[in-house]
């Protein structure tokens, strides 16, 4: 087979986003037998599983739920993902019980049929709730056990995509139906308290005997899963979208939310995508199983498990080892719930194809019959009792609110609620009388009966002011949610709220803030920002921010009037100014800067708001301010101009008044500073300032002082300027290519036709491995490639020059198939072969196979020529263009992975089609849509960059496909196509599956440049222990099982003291997120040759080095003598028994 050149950053996008589908296209149909599946599954020591249920009994299983009876309901359906035309849906639910305790369904029910895609389930009421297609039907049961009446409660879901419609029901602890919709439904409902609208994604919140229906909570692409703990706090998971467990905020925005000026992350980023969510415990399960998070990633064919700890008012997840691992293709488990006794139980959609758009739907591989339950239970170790909560007399069900089994507390509840009122009130109010008030043990009981009450209905005072001032401060943020649904119920709602915002705990105050935002007043806005009083964490910052946007209304209005709202506290008001970025605000702003009782900081931070916000004549005060600031405060004044800048170029908005103030900054002793008012002159038209950009790029020296002087005369467009840089273009000198290159790079904001005549001299000229910016020029203006493959056409290139250039356009992202073609021809390249046939396939995989060698392929896949890390992360170390491929080789078949590497645009993910973005003033953008709001449009380019564009500034918009054009490619002799495609087949499984350990996998090197050099020599190593601007350091990633080779280290060549024989060293570094202080442990198995400083002070390594840290990122640094050590960098994160740390390692790029 001839030479093959595969582009790798190009194919992984689509290899990852498309490929899971695809691949199943060539899946094989496995032997359908439940007990050859079980022998398949690894379970953790003392753990064992079991069939509960399978097919006949029920096919294709989407969600399940018990009952307050312990059978157990599940929806199926048959007809997804489309209903044949012609056909009548029959999709059921199904009720499975087991009747004589020994583990297994005995019983089989079909409750009800001819449903249409049961997505969603939850018993209850006298019968069961059902998520069918657009509707919210209740199903009531007969005596008999079969449905009866059905009854619509809602209409007007949408049905755009069959698996994003609502799904996921789950109860709430405040009697409230919870349940999901995804990214690509859009859903306007009728209600008694008006129409409620959610586009996109998000949780619902519902209470059928009021009928009221509201949003939870925004976003996420697909959230199969959703849960609370016993304190009441929602969590989430995402099956179309990598960050594990979601902390869920009331009334947040998280990813794809429509219109999120800001969303909150995952707790657990690279994360595979997981579905269903589960909160185990009870006294069947081990104790250090107590509170474990479950979850699905069925793609990996796996259930993860994860541990919650406290991070200030949030919290910081830890993968734990799986509950359960297969090989077997089609274990697809999709939800997971507690059982009555204790046990574990888990939803098997069971097919080998997954997903439904990329596959036909008609595909006859498609399995419409099979399904299964599972149930998973601690070897030795006793059932939970069964308890009898139907039967059971009212004070019974109260005893049972005490049970450690959550399933217990939950159905008590339920079947309270379901009793009525005036049947439970009473008796309640007796049990909660009766026990000890004054024991902190009697919180959590105490809290349950809180919840019945709210199920109920009812408001109980006393109780709630009891569990605020809880001692556990979880059960104090639990009595402030209930609160916040009382308030206007409870008199002294108000003065509660007050103490709650000064909680010892960030939790409560969080809780307390987003209250604020449930009842709309002044006062309200005033008593949230006083959280600010206290420590503010990422939660609580976000809490605060949401609920000063949400209460604009309420506080702006005193602003405009010339009043200071927030009580005069100039903290408050900035932080509110901040979050909502109103313009109406400027003028108030104006006045409030020149207030002599501000700080410097407090004044710098509203100036540059001012910037943000204001008009000309507020711009003006601005820039008076850099002015003045310039000398004494050149870093002040950089933060201003840049502030000005900004707003030049995001809202076209100029200083009003002289502007050849700016001219004061070309003496600047700041060369930063003289760059930005370089670029002011040009964003602001300040022709009258062009002489002077003119002397300036005559004399610079710096590169980007004269880049920015000559961008702006390409701004101003005067003849004049248009001359300068032709002349500028043409010179010739030793030089000129100093000169010759900026001034092209600004023709091309001119006229990319004149500037393309001129590129193609200053790329013959140029050195190896040079070229990208002007590449780069070309490729971010509308028409750039097609002028500059015009006028490259029968030129000739270097071949490193053109190489760049067919790089640089891959990295764009965009598709310009005649600049790469006319490259190849430039730099005399060759031509890539990017299909096989039906036979070179065949054979292509079976070397695969055969000779194909997996730790080859991971060093090809590392090298830096390949930039697959630009685009990609392996367990959440990477780039973020694509998803993160740690379990790639669980899903995708051989032929697919190769297809799609050499033909990376032949088919796109939903969700990974990128948009592309002409601006009014010649540029274009192209990137997948993040988030838009009604001013910006948000979106992640191919550099990994989030870009925003103004939306008053587009001309127009249009599909752009793969963010990875074909086209371009990176040379691969066979073998190593070979061994890569080998290694990507392997990702996920055995050695190259990443566990649960905290290896440290994002790294940073330091480049042997002169900058670092000089203060090596006259320093020593621990120069390179601080946080020197001038030093540079690139990004670097562990393997997949975690280790840094140290082959991969820049190296720095040292003398030995007067004597010739010399040393070689290298550094490293990561960086730590700690969101509590507390002592952390770095388990180092190797420490030979190795010098440590945390944040500049120096630790002496050892095996197990433990460290006291404090919060914020810390930066941790080694020197590697390369001479003295053998093994890669290897370095796990560990907990401190009985330390308080919240520490996280920092990954991505």
């Avoid at 939870?216 to 099956?239: I, K, L, P």
Wanted: aromatic share 6%; proline share 6%; glycine share 8%.
């Amino acid at each position: 087979m001839p030479r093959l050149l595969v582009c790798l950053c190009v194919g992984f996008v689509f290899l990852v986003s498309a490929i899971p589908a695809l691949a199943q296209r060539d899946a094989k149909v496995p032997d359908p037998d439940p007990e050859l599946e079980r022998k398949t599954f690894q379970l953790p020591p003392g753990f064992e599983v079991n069939l509960f249920a399978a097919d006949p009994q029920l096919a294709k299983p989407i969600q399940m739920n018990f009952d307050a009876r312990g059978r157990l309901w599940v929806a199926c359906s048959e007809t997804y993902p489309q209903i044949e035309p012609g056909k009548k849906a029959n999709d059921k639910i199904i009720v499975l019980e087991d009747t004589n305790n020994d583990g297994k369904a005995d019983k089989t029910t079909v409750f009800a049929d001819g449903l249409f895609i049961p997505t969603g389930i939850e018993p209850g009421d006298g019968g069961v709730y059902v998520a069918n297609s657009t509707e919210l039907l209740h199903i009531e049961e007969t005596k008999e056990g079969k449905a009866g009446k059905r009854k619509v409660l809602l209409s007007g879901f949408g049905t755009e995509d069959t698996h994003h419609i609502i799904h996921s029901f789950r109860w709430g602890h405040d009697g409230c139906l919870y349940f999901n919709q995804s990214i690509y439904i859009h859903s306007h409902i009728e209600t008694p308290y008006g129409v409620r609208r959610l586009n996109a994604g998000g949780i619902w919140q519902f209470r059928p005997e009021t009928m009221r229906l509201e949003v939870f909570a925004r976003g996420w692409v697909n959230s199969w899963g959703h849960h609370f703990d016993r304190f009441g706090q929602s969590f989430a998971t995402d099956g179309a979208y990598g960050e594990g467990i979601n902390y869920v905020l009331p009334g947040a925005y998280y990813v794809s939310a429509v219109g999120a000026a800001r969303i909150l992350p995952g707790l657990n980023p690279g994360q595979p995508k997981q579905c269903g969510l589960e909160i185990v415990g009870g006294r069947h399960l081990p104790d250090d199983w107590q509170e474990n998070f479950i979850t699905c990633d069925f793609r990996g064919h796996r259930v993860n498990r994860f541990s919650l700890k406290d991070d200030g008012a949030g919290y910081i997840s830890q993968q734990l080892p799986d509950l359960i691992r297969s090989t077997h293709p089609a274990f697809r488990p999709i939800d997971v719930k507690m059982g009555p006794d204790g046990a574990i139980y888990i939803a098997d959609w069971y097919n080998p194809i997954i997903q439904h758009g990329e596959v036909d739907f008609r595909d006859p591989r498609r399995d419409k019959t099979h399904g299964r339950i599972w149930r998973i239970t601690a070897k030795g170790r006793p059932l939970a009792p069964k308890p009898n909560l139907v039967g059971a007399t009212t004070r019974e069900l109260l005893e049972h609110l005490k049970s450690p089994e959550g399933w217990t507390r939950h159905f008590a509840k339920r079947v309270l609620k379901e009793r009525g009122i005036t049947k439970e009130v009473e008796a309640l109010a007796d049990w909660i009388i009766a026990l000890d008030w004054k024991n902190p043990a009697n919180e959590p009981f105490l809290l349950e009966a809180l919840w019945v009450y709210q199920s109920l209905n009812i408001v109980e005072p006393d109780l709630l002011k009891h569990l605020l001032r809880a001692k556990d401060h979880r059960a104090r943020a639990a009595a402030v949610r209930v609160l916040s649904n009382w308030q206007d119920r409870v008199k002294d709602a108000g003065a509660l709220l007050d103490a709650a915002i000064g909680d010892d705990h960030p939790r409560v105050r969080l809780e307390a803030v987003r209250a604020c935002a449930l009842s709309p007043s002044l006062a309200s806005a005033e008593r949230a920002m006083k959280a600010l009083d206290k420590p503010v964490d990422r939660w609580l910052e976000y809490a605060l921010w949401l609920t000063a946007r949400e209460l604009e209304a309420e506080w702006m209005p005193i602003l405009r009037e010339g009043k200071l709202p927030f009580g005069g506290n100039v903290q408050h008001l900035l932080f509110a100014l901040q979050a909502v970025n109103s313009r109406d605000a400027a003028p108030s702003l104006a006045r409030l800067v020149k207030d002599e009782k501000l700080s410097v900081e407090q004044r710098v931070e509203l100036l540059k708001l001012l910037a943000a916000i204001g008009g000309p004549a507020e711009l003006s005060i601005v820039l008076d301010m850099a002015v003045d600031a310039d000398r004494e405060f050149p870093k002040v004044s950089s933060e201003l101009l840049n502030a000005l800048l900004s707003s030049a170029r995001l809202r076209s908005v100029r200083a009003s008044g002289d502007l050849r103030r700016l001219a004061r900054f070309f003496d600047s002793k700041s060369p930063e500073n003289m760059a930005l008012a370089a670029s002011l002159v040009g964003a602001w038209k300040a022709g009258e300032l062009q002489k002077n950009l003119m002397e300036v790029a005559t004399i610079a020296r710096l590169p980007n002082i004269r880049l920015a002087c000559m961008e702006s005369l390409a701004d101003l467009g005067t003849p004049a300027a248009r001359e300068f840089l032709l002349q500028a273009a043409k010179y010739s000198d030793e030089d000129s290519l100093k000169v010759r290159t900026p001034a092209v790079l600004a023709l091309c904001r001119l006229d990319v036709n004149l500037a393309a005549s001129h590129a193609v001299s200053v790329l013959a000229d140029l050195e190896a491995n040079d070229g990208a910016e002007i590449f780069s020029a070309f490729l971010e203006r509308k028409n750039g490639p097609a002028a500059l493959a015009s006028a490259l056409t029968g030129k000739k290139l270097p071949a490193d020059v053109a190489k760049v250039g067919m790089r640089t356009v891959r990295l764009s992202g965009k598709n310009a198939p005649e600049l790469v073609a006319v490259l190849a021809k430039a730099g005399a390249l060759e031509s890539p072969k990017r299909t096989l046939s039906p036979a070179e396939m065949k054979q292509f995989i079976a070397d695969v196979q055969a000779k194909g060698d997996p730790a080859r392929g991971e060093a090809v896949f590392r090298r830096a020529d390949m930039l697959c890390f630009k685009c990609h992360s392996i367990g959440g170390a990477g780039g973020q263009v694509g998803s993160d491929i740690l379990s790639l080789g669980t899903s995708a078949q051989l032929e697919y992975i190769v297809d799609s590497v050499l033909q990376p645009n032949k088919n796109v993910k939903e969700g990974y089609n990128a948009l592309k973005v002409d601006l009014k003033d010649g540029r274009q953008i192209v990137g997948i849509k993040l988030r838009e709001t009604p001013a910006e449009l948000v979106l992640r380019d191919a550099e990994d960059r989030e870009v925003v564009v103004p939306k008053n500034k587009i001309d127009e918009t249009a599909n752009a496909g793969s963010l990875m054009p074909e086209g371009l490619i990176d040379p691969l002799t066979r073998n190593e196509l070979v061994d890569l495609v080998r290694f990507l087949s392997e990702l996920g499984k055995g050695q190259y599956a990443i566990g649960n350990e905290r290896r440290v996998r994002t790294w940073q090197v330091l480049q042997p440049t002169k900058e670092a050099y000089t203060p090596l020599h006259r320093v020593g190593v621990h120069a390179m222990a601080g946080n020197d601007p001038a030093l540079t350091w690139s990004p670097a990633y562990s393997m997949v099982r975690g280790s840094l080779p140290l082959g991969e280290l820049p190296r720095f060549e040292l003398k030995k003291g007067f004597q010739e024989t010399k040393s070689t060293v290298a550094f490293a570094r990561f960086r730590l997120d700690v969101s509590a202080p507390g002592k952390a442990k770095l388990h180092i198995p190797s420490v030979a040759g190795l010098q440590i400083w945390f944040d500049g002070t120096t630790v002496t390594p050892a095996t197990e080095t433990i460290v006291e840290l404090g919060p914020g990122l810390r930066t941790v640094v080694l020197a590697v003598d390369v001479d003295a050590r053998k093994d890669p960098l290897l370095i796990e994160l560990h907990d401190v028994p009985g330390s308080s740390a919240r520490v996280r390692l920092v990954g991505g790029k």
